[in-house]
């Protein structure tokens, strides 16, 4: 099973690369940089997807094993 999910993996990380590899080079022949596009793109990433996903996971993490809400915590 761990070697299905590592080929998983490597299939969604090409199918990625081709479709970034795609937009910088839409980009650049839009006269931006391909250094402008791959910042850009680490900025849209860090502050719109990642940072989001990691306060998810703590906040995941925070909650006790096993606890059941009664729809009042807040």
Do not use: C, Y
């Not at 839009?30 to 596009?37: E, F, L, Q």
């Not at 306060?55 to 094993?65: I, S, T």
């Amino acid at each position: 099973m761990p070697n299905e999910r590592a080929n998983h993996d490597d299939e969604l990380r090409d199918i990625i690369d081709q479709k970034l590899t795609a937009l910088i080079r839409e980009m650049e022949d839009a006269d931006w940089s391909a250094k402008d596009v791959a910042l850009a793109i680490n900025d849209v990433l860090k502050s719109k997807w990642l940072d989001r996903m990691t306060a998810l996971q703590d906040a995941r993490e925070a909650v006790p094993k096993g606890f059941l809400s009664d729809g009042n915590e807040g």
